[in-house]
């Protein structure tokens, strides 16, 4: 299986703040990885899909790069409805995996 | 517009069975592949298992193989776990979610229901 370490795990933040968050995988994904948000009690929505994709209606400020083993999610200026649960996901094979989640708290 | 919704979830006991639902709606059901995905109470995402869009390829988790089983019915545009043999470790909140592919997988997961909860415990 392959294993997806997000960092960090806990992110403290302000609003208009540019932060990065990092998922390293356990062997090369080429650019099979996506992005999800997640606030709590809800469902979780796609924000980038083959790394670093935009899935449409999300906002322009998100952006995703990396190949390989080493991809980044960037919050360009974090708005308050940025404060959220994020986490990174693996497509390159079965089983899907994702990464444990980096809570961006606000500061 | 996409809509997912689960059903089916409950309490049940270790060693029982319960049958999760999903119905979708908004879009050609037939020609998409479906997911489910659980999380656990606090704890992260965990991918389930993959069915086709004809119901004729399936994947599970190492950790549910053999005793859930995914299916389908193009029919009635319902997506359904049969969970079977439950554990406490299977205590989650569970998702279905569409695959974005049309008649293949992208193995990404688009729209998302809003969950069911499970919860085995004697």
């Given at each position: 299986?392959?294993?997806m370490?997000?960092s ?18 356990s062997q ?16 979780p ?12 209606g999300?906002?322009?400020r ?6 390989g ?9 974090l708005?308050?409805?940025d ?11 079965y ?8 809570k961006?708290?606000?500061? | ?23 979708a709606s908004?879009?050609?059901f ?28 399936k994947?599970?988790?190492d950790?549910?193989?053999g005793?859930f ?13 049969q969970?079977?043999s439950?554990?406490?470790?299977d ?13 293949r ?12 909860l499970?919860?085995?415990s004697?």
């Open positions: 299986d392959i294993q370490t997000q960090p795990s806990t992110l403290s933040a302000s609003v208009g703040d540019r932060v990065t968050i990092t998922c390293r995988a090369s994904l080429s650019n099979w990885l996506a992005w999800y948000q997640q606030k709590a009690g809800k469902a929505k796609l924000l980038i899909y083959k790394a670093s994709s935009l899935e449409s999300v906002p322009s998100f952006s995703g790069s990396g190949s083993t080493e991809f980044t999610l960037t919050i360009s200026s708005q308050p409805d404060f959220a649960t994020y986490y990174c996901q693996q497509y390159e094979s089983p899907l995996t994702f990464g444990q989640g980096t961006l708290e606000i500061k | 517009q996409v809509q997912l919704v689960e059903s089916g979830g409950g309490v049940v006991q270790p060693g029982r069975s319960l049958r999760l639902s999903c119905a908004g879009f050609t037939s020609n998409y592949d479906m997911h489910w995905v659980r999380q656990a109470p606090g704890k992260g995402l965990e991918w389930v298992a993959i069915i086709s869009h004809d119901g004729g390829n994947y599970y988790a950790s549910v193989k005793r089983t995914i299916s389908r019915d193009n029919s009635k545009n319902t997506l359904s776990l969970m079977n439950l554990r406490a470790e205590t989650a909140v569970y998702y279905c979610a569409k695959d974005p592919g049309f008649q997988s992208y193995n990404w997961f688009g729209p998302w229901g809003q969950g069911t499970v919860t085995v004697s």
